[in-house]
């Protein structure tokens, strides 16, 4: 009787990263979209109460969220060492930054807004981990 063995497909780096900053970016939006829940969320959007009430902060925020929404194609098109060091650059400020966040929001805050800080700081981790350990291969001169 023949054993089958599931095929094994070596995903490439680039791949990898790109579908972690994709994770990423899925954890932002889920976050923000669950955060209009919180009772007086919308009230305070309606308001203008709300740490997104300025242009120079729309502004900031905006800016802050496209950079993982680049680095799903920079991770895909820049050469290998740029590539790589920028992941690693990225991803140790984003982790820094989502644990500020997880952190802060702890005391009286939703748990959710810390779950989800943490599960961001969580793969951006990853993106550094598999950032550095970028597969060499011997060149000969």
């Not at 680039?14 to 919180?38: E, H, N, P, Q």
């Not at 925020?61 to 895909?76: E, N, R």
């Not at 690693?88 to 989502?98: A, D, P, S």
């Not at 807004?113 to 060149?139: C, L, R």
Request: glycine share 8%; net charge positive; aromatic share 16%.
């Amino acid at each position: 009787m023949k054993e089958f063995v599931l095929e094994e497909f070596r995903l490439h780096v680039r791949m990898k990263l790109s579908a972690l900053w994709t994770g990423v970016m899925f954890c932002y939006i889920y976050g923000d979209y669950f955060g209009l829940y919180v009772p007086g969320k919308v009230q305070g959007l309606l308001n203008n109460d709300n740490m997104l009430n300025s242009p120079g902060n729309l502004f900031t925020a905006a800016l802050l969220l496209a950079v993982p929404a680049l680095m799903i194609f920079l991770s895909l098109m820049l050469k290998p060492k740029l590539c790589k060091a920028l992941n690693i650059g990225v991803g140790i400020f984003f982790t820094l930054f989502t644990l500020a966040v997880g952190i802060a929001s702890m005391p009286g805050s939703y748990i959710f807004y810390t779950v989800y800080s943490f599960m961001e700081s969580i793969i951006t981790s990853v993106i550094i981990y598999q950032a550095f350990k970028w597969p060499k291969i011997s060149t000969t001169k």
